[in-house]
């Protein structure tokens, strides 16, 4: 086990092996709130949590997306944390263009990020940045790191770029599914109840914006 030199949450990196199977995975603890102030002059309830990773791996479970490596929740040095699997070869989106590297697939690379820019205004994700976006061998692009999302507020962080995305219909499909009762079920166990208020709030956002752009791109009758 070693503690990696990225992330502000000081994530470690293990072997596990249960005899059969020999894998690395990356273990987040970190666990902590406070209230900090808005620009209104609010009080917010802002948390750093390992909980909102295995929260952002069973949505993305219901969802049908495979962009977030499978997360479970164990104990490590007595805490509880999130165990994530740890993608093998994969660089960071930072990695590839300090390389120059380009996607082979630009239609399939622009897909991929349509879905990430979406599902992280979903769950409110503010700390998404070229460290924690990997990219496999196979050009597949995978979300990491979700200990600050699935903040309790209703609006969305920013529209102004959801707006210049395109919804593919599967996405669109599953956000329009989704109901208080099959949140409940998926995440209740690491999301506060105003927390799955705040994803069905911007769920509800997220698929008007769309819906308004479909309609007004229509030609008319």
């Known amino acids: 086990m070693r503690k990696l030199s990225t992330g502000v949450t000081k994530p470690s990196r293990a072997t596990l092996d249960d005899g059969a199977l020999r894998h690395d995975a990356a273990i987040q603890s970190v666990n902590h709130c406070e209230e900090v102030g808005t620009r209104g002059g609010r009080r917010e309830r802002e948390c750093d949590s390992y909980r909102y990773n295995l929260a952002a791996y069973e949505l993305g479970k219901l969802f049908g997306l495979r962009f977030i490596p499978p997360c479970v929740e164990r104990e490590f040095g007595g805490r509880d944390a999130a165990f994530t699997w740890w993608i093998d070869g994969a660089m960071t989106f930072a990695e590839m263009k300090a390389q120059g590297l380009s996607p082979p697939d630009g239609v399939a690379w622009n897909h991929q990020q349509f879905v990430v820019g979406i599902f992280d205004e979903l769950i409110y994700n503010t700390d998404r940045h070229s460290a924690n976006l990997l990219v496999d061998p196979q050009w597949r692009v995978w979300m990491?790191?979700?200990?600050?999302?699935?903040?309790?507020?209703?609006?969305?962080?920013?529209?102004?770029?959801?707006?210049r995305l395109r919804?593919?219909?599967?996405?669109?499909?599953?956000?329009?599914?989704?109901?208080?009762?099959?949140l409940d079920v998926c995440c209740r166990r690491y999301l506060?109840?105003?927390?799955?208020?705040?994803?069905?709030?911007?769920?509800?956002?997220?698929?008007?914006l769309f819906s308004s752009a479909t309609t007004a791109a229509s030609p008319a009758p």
Not at 167 to 176: G, K, N, Q, T, W
Request: charged share 25%.
């Open 192 to 208: 506060s109840s105003e927390e799955i208020k705040g994803v069905l709030a911007r769920r509800d956002s997220i698929v008007g």
């Open 144 to 163: 990491i790191d979700h200990t600050r999302a699935f903040r309790v507020l209703k609006r969305l962080r920013n529209p102004g770029m959801l707006a």
């Open 167 to 182: 919804m593919p219909p599967a996405m669109m499909s599953a956000l329009e599914s989704l109901t208080s009762e099959t």
